[in-house]
């Protein structure tokens, strides 16, 4: 047995004291190198001078590496060389957004350079294993005619562990380039999102394929592409948008078909703002969320069963599954909802974004007898920008005293009076709220301003959320 030298009696001592002190530290390495891999770069640096128990964790921990941009405070490229040439690796996530980042060579960081600088850390060995990969360049500068900058083809070594990956302004390879090396291919991705980005309809076609496990696409303001063309067993959320990206010319490609054609998965496929765009849906048997449908923008075809945007051009087959609708800048039309009601005959949840112009509904007793033969199974009703003119009162009272179901709806004012008592009380008199058919039913008046939506991003990629469309006050 060895004898204990004074200096490490004390070195265990200290050791013994810090524990009885810090509890956390008691906790195995894997814990503990979990909580330093969701920590900040700096954050989880910085654990090494809590204690001795905590020196070696950072580097043993996976690298969790994000660039946020902030053009008052930029990060100088060397301080992240220097971060992963003294980290052997794993990464578990590398976020940046080149506003954030200032290149080796003091150029602009929207140059080249920048590309061959991230074309070398992508390729760090710090960086093997990593699983969340997010590169956002500067669009705002795409207005000034500067042109987009390829994304570095390292990016593609990740494709036996990449689960989350998030581009903007850039363009993506050629599927060409990739085929014989199958980098295209990234099987364990669950979340997708293109954003600005520049890529031919092949090359996106190929990099879906290469998808087998994604749960959910988001594509907004992208160019090159014209139609889209959906065959996943496992996607379950789309979000596109048919909106041309910053300095994009008139005769830049964009989405303007999306053709859903076997998709078993699929619960939610969801629009935003856009030139109008032709979708066809062949085979989605689980879609249970659509939205938002644009007043006379999209064309939607279920089978035989077309939309015009909010309007029925046509109608042989009901389309059961789904369950939340949204419409925007619809016209307080009972007729079109009448349609909808009938194309979507289990429809729960309804949000509709009315406009204030408009032709008058008939009188409202020439729609009892289609109330009377329709099932209206409305459990939720949101009507945005709501105003105290006849079409809109007309239109909600339509719903009020005849969805049976409905548990509340709620009307979101843009020109305030919440708490003018008086009003609202006049609102419900003309709205007819006391014959409601639904007794149970609550009504409530609520301002549209300082309300937002879920950013976009979590509409599609969050799917613990029953419905994207909800608005927070």
Known sequence: MGVETRGKRRRRLEEEQELVVDRISGLPDGVLGDIVSLLP??????TQLLSSRWRHLWRAAPLNLELHGNPWQRTPADEISGILSSHPGPSRRFYI????????????????????????WLRSPAMDGLKELEILFDPTLLRWGTPLLPLPPSVFRFSSTLTVASFEACVLPDCG?????????WPLLKKLTLSIVTISESSLHALLAGCSAIDSLLLQ???????????????????VSSLPGPGLDDDDTVLEQLVVE????LERLLFSEGLGMNISVISAPRLNVLGELQDDSHKLQFGTSALQGSTVASLTAVVPSVRVLALSRMKPCLDAVINLMKCFPHLEKLHIEITHVGEENKPYDKYQDHANTLDIRLRNIVLAYFYDRKSHIEFAKFLILNASMLESMTLQLKFGRVGDNAWIREQRRLLQVEKRASRG????FVSRIGSFSLPVDKQVHDLSILDPFQRIH
């Open 221 to 239: 303001e992208n160019n090159g592409f014209s139609r889209l063309r959906i065959v996943s067993p496992s996607l379950r959320s789309i979000g």
């Open 41 to 46: 770069t700096k954050d989880g640096a910085r």
């Open 441 to 444: 039913a609550r009504f409530d």
């Open 177 to 185: 380039e990739y085929n014989a090396s199958r980098g295209l291919q």
């Open 97 to 120: 957004d080149y506003g954030s980042l200032v290149c080796l060579d003091h150029s602009s960081y929207y140059s080249p350079s920048a590309t061959e600088v991230l074309d070398g």
């Open 262 to 265: 076997d998709a078993p998965c």
